[in-house]
């Protein structure tokens, strides 16, 4: 799948790559909750976090949004770790030329991932799509 941004989102990606000198995978936008989703190249974590967040914080107050920052890893099994956090188990399937991603969580943590009306979880969704070309997500 080729990714196309907006001349918006490339000016926040502009904007956030000279702010932390890291280079930026795929971004998403969700004007809703006012979040900038960031997916940095492997290895880049920590410098786009900078010391206890500063690049982060920085980053938030100049952009005018909050910020989202996931590790890129081209391990799909290590991207679903990094995307959701306290994910106990992966489990990829490949059906019909579908690629789907089963996590499984512990019950307390299931809302927190999923998110008020499933919107977390769609923006999990698009980023494993867009970055994996991954059909579908499943939280167990």
Known sequence: MVITFDTETIRIITL??????????????DYESNTVYFVVDEGKMGMAIGRNGSSIKNAEKIIGKNIKVFEFSKNLSAFVKNLIQKVEEVRIKNENEKIIVEVRVEKKFKPMIIGRDGKKLKIFKEILERNHKVSDLIIR
């Open 16 to 29: 956030f790559e000279n702010l932390t000198n890291t280079s930026v995978k795929d971004c998403l936008i």
